[in-house]
Protein backbone atom coordinates (compact mmCIF):
# COMPACT_ATOMS: atom_id res chain seq x y z
CA UNK A 1 0.00 0.00 0.00
CA UNK A 2 1.79 2.93 -0.99
CA UNK A 3 -0.26 5.85 -0.69
CA UNK A 4 1.99 9.16 -1.47
CA UNK A 5 2.91 11.67 0.33
CA UNK A 6 1.25 14.42 -1.02
CA UNK A 7 -2.75 12.54 -0.76
CA UNK A 8 -1.19 11.58 3.30
CA UNK A 9 -0.72 15.51 3.38
CA UNK A 10 -4.27 16.61 2.26
CA UNK A 11 -6.12 14.33 4.59
CA UNK A 12 -4.00 16.32 7.32
CA UNK A 13 -5.18 19.63 5.65
CA UNK A 14 -8.77 18.20 5.77
CA UNK A 15 -8.41 16.37 9.42
CA UNK A 16 -7.15 19.82 10.62
CA UNK A 17 -9.97 21.71 8.97
CA UNK A 18 -12.99 19.25 10.92
CA UNK A 19 -11.14 19.99 13.89
CA UNK A 20 -10.84 23.93 13.74
CA UNK A 21 -14.64 23.71 13.02
CA UNK A 22 -14.90 21.39 16.15
CA UNK A 23 -13.31 24.03 18.09
CA UNK A 24 -15.08 26.87 16.79
CA UNK A 25 -18.55 25.12 18.09
CA UNK A 26 -16.76 24.59 21.56
CA UNK A 27 -15.61 27.98 21.72
CA UNK A 28 -18.92 29.18 20.21
CA UNK A 29 -20.66 26.82 23.39
CA UNK A 30 -18.76 28.38 25.40
CA UNK A 31 -19.24 32.00 25.13
CA UNK A 32 -22.98 31.25 25.11
CA UNK A 33 -23.01 29.85 28.40
CA UNK A 34 -24.08 26.52 27.29
CA UNK A 35 -20.69 24.92 28.07
CA UNK A 36 -18.59 25.73 31.52
CA UNK A 37 -15.69 27.78 31.19
CA UNK A 38 -14.46 31.31 31.09
CA UNK A 39 -12.35 33.59 29.16
CA UNK A 40 -9.13 31.82 29.30
CA UNK A 41 -10.43 28.89 28.16
CA UNK A 42 -11.88 30.88 25.24
CA UNK A 43 -8.90 32.26 24.52
CA UNK A 44 -6.69 29.02 24.59
CA UNK A 45 -9.08 27.75 22.27
CA UNK A 46 -8.96 30.54 19.65
CA UNK A 47 -5.06 30.13 19.57
CA UNK A 48 -5.61 26.67 19.18
CA UNK A 49 -8.38 27.48 16.32
CA UNK A 50 -5.47 30.18 14.78
CA UNK A 51 -2.58 27.44 14.78
CA UNK A 52 -4.77 24.70 13.38
CA UNK A 53 -6.33 26.64 10.91
CA UNK A 54 -2.83 27.82 9.22
CA UNK A 55 -1.75 24.45 9.37
CA UNK A 56 -4.34 23.27 7.79
CA UNK A 57 -4.33 25.80 5.14
CA UNK A 58 -0.34 25.28 4.55
CA UNK A 59 -0.77 21.49 3.95
CA UNK A 60 -3.89 22.66 2.11
CA UNK A 61 -2.23 24.73 -0.48
CA UNK A 62 1.28 22.41 -1.11
CA UNK A 63 -1.17 19.48 -1.43
CA UNK A 64 -2.62 21.61 -4.30
CA UNK A 65 0.77 22.65 -5.61
CA UNK A 66 1.80 18.81 -5.09
CA UNK A 67 4.51 19.58 -3.12
CA UNK A 68 5.29 16.99 0.42
CA UNK A 69 6.47 18.77 2.80
CA UNK A 70 5.96 16.32 5.89
CA UNK A 71 8.55 13.81 3.96
Do not use: C, H
Not at 44 to 67: C, E, K, M, P, V
Amino acid sequence: MDIPMVNIQALLALAMFIASLLIARIVGNIRRGKWPGGELWILYLRILLGFLLAAAITFGFYSFAGISIIG
